[in-house]
């Protein structure tokens, strides 16, 4: 399987020699895209150096889709926060086959539904609070929901009684874990083809 071809880069906008002593962060960074022999954008990163970072995914986490690249563009940013930015932005509107982190929309609280809870029988509340999201359509198919520490804090919940009140849509097949990404609506359930 061949590798990506690489994309020229601009001569105003190289890496730094490895001698530089720039601090972290204020170095050309680059935003580079891999796309599939269809052009199907597979992934989405930023490194100060994207030939050795392509050798990574090739030898890495990434060995079950980096073989699928067979073309790579590289847009370079002055600094690492400028294509950190970019980074975000564009898996998040280019939506990329294999990107995790940033590559989801985030479901929201809806102020009038997420109040603090007092009295017994916050579970309940807030298993009925879910479920008022998601028939309302504010938690939609494929979206992240709020962490279940991001819940407690709403409702003054602790985090044992807001991971109970997940439990059920988390068995229905609702919602499901990634682990290290969090708690996602499906998009296909039986009550949702």
């Known amino acids: 399987m061949s590798s990506?071809?690489?994309a020229e880069r601009?001569?105003?906008?190289?890496?730094?020699d490895q001698g530089?002593?720039?601090?972290?962060?204020s170095e050309p960074t680059a935003l580079y895209?891999?796309?599939?022999?269809?052009?199907?954008?597979?992934?989405?990163?930023?490194?100060?150096d994207p030939d050795f970072r392509w050798k990574a995914h090739l030898y890495r986490d990434s060995r079950k889709w980096a073989p699928l690249a067979t073309r790579r563009v590289d847009e370079w940013f002055e600094t690492r926060s400028?294509?950190?930015?970019?980074?975000?932005?564009?898996?998040?509107?280019?939506?990329?086959?294999?990107?995790?982190?940033?590559?989801?929309?985030?479901?929201?609280?809806?102020?009038?539904?997420?109040t603090p809870i007092s009295g017994a029988r916050k579970c309940d509340v807030i298993t009925e609070r879910i479920r008022l999201e998601l028939t309302a359509g504010n938690w939609a198919a494929g979206m992240r929901v709020?962490?279940?520490?991001?819940?407690?804090?709403?409702?003054g919940a602790s985090l044992s009684?807001?991971?109970?009140?997940l439990r059920p849509f988390i068995r229905s097949g609702t919602l499901s874990v990634h682990g290290g990404r969090?708690?996602?609506?499906n998009p296909y359930t039986p009550d949702r083809p």
């Open 146 to 155: 709020p962490s279940g520490s991001q819940i407690a804090t709403e409702t």
């Open 182 to 185: 969090g708690v996602f609506v």
């Open 10 to 16: 601009p001569t105003l906008q190289t890496r730094p």
């Open 4 to 6: 990506p071809r690489l």
């Open 82 to 114: 400028e294509a950190e930015a970019a980074e975000v932005a564009a898996i998040q509107a280019e939506r990329p086959r294999f990107n995790g982190t940033h590559n989801f929309k985030q479901a929201w609280f809806s102020p009038a539904i997420w």
């Open 161 to 165: 009684t807001t991971a109970k009140a």
């Open 33 to 48: 895209r891999l796309y599939d022999a269809n052009d199907v954008l597979l992934y989405v990163g930023i490194s100060n």
């Open 20 to 25: 530089n002593a720039e601090p972290r962060g």
